[in-house]
């Protein structure tokens, strides 16, 4: 089954995480990892900024992790505050963004998700 382009993947189970997170190996793609919690203002302040953007940047893949849900992932990734956004390629991470600055975080994602030329 082929995934939409431009939306957000929520990711609810280990499984789910493993998945996303290998699509996203494979394809190549800019990976952009929401870290969000359910009881933080500023997630839910970010989060239609996050799905906007997400709609305008199909060439980007975008996934949602709740700290609370999956605490295994935001360990790994050393989640410390939320909002905070994680750039990989190809499973490595390239940037980070801790809060919910709307610019810093197009900005990061112009940067990092720019299409290369494939030969």
Sequence with gaps: MAAEEGQVFGCHSVEEW?????KGVESKKLVVIDFTAAWCGPCRFIAPVFAE???????????????????PVAKEFKVEAMPTFVFLKEGLEVDRVVGAGKED?????????TITARC
Excluded at 59 to 71: G, I, P, R, S, Y
Excluded at 105 to 113: E, F, Q, R, Y
């Design 105 to 113: 975080l197009a900005t990061k994602i112009d940067l990092h998700g």
């Design 53 to 71: 953007i997400a709609k305008k940047t199909p060439h980007v893949m975008f996934l949602k992790v709740d700290v609370d849900e999956l605490e």
């Design 18 to 22: 493993r998945s996303h997170f290998q």
